[in-house]
């Protein structure tokens, strides 16, 4: 990969749970670490969802913040992605 692609890259890291209440941004950042964000949750194989729109609208938030309320409806049809394909490779590899 040439450097110029990694300093294009970008990544966000968002997490809920029925804890917790509300999707909060964990991680995020650019180039190279964006790089490492995406290793590590490759690494824990966590799903990835690619959304410019939603993206722009995340960098806005700062890490450990929660999510607004406007964007609930996008972030849901993310997680429910997640799960769908969470759910096809547990019962996949039984």
């Known amino acids: 990969m040439k ?5 294009d890259k970008k990544a966000i890291a968002i997490e809920y749970s029925e804890d ?6 964990t991680a995020k950042g650019e180039g190279y670490v964006a790089e490492k964000i995406i290793e590590k949750a490759q ?3 966590v799903e990835m969802y690619y959304d ?3 993206l722009k609208s995340l960098m ?3 890490v450990g ?3 607004p309320k406007e964007l609930y409806e996008i972030v ?3 997680l429910l992605f ?3 394909i969470d759910g096809v490779y547990k019962y996949s590899n039984r």
């Open 65 to 67: 913040e929660e999510i």
């Open 43 to 45: 690494e824990h194989g």
């Open 3 to 7: 450097d110029n692609d990694i300093r």
């Open 76 to 78: 849901a049809k993310v």
């Open 82 to 84: 997640v799960e769908k």
């Open 20 to 25: 917790i209440g509300v999707p909060r941004v």
């Open 60 to 62: 806005a938030i700062a």
């Open 52 to 54: 410019e729109e939603l």
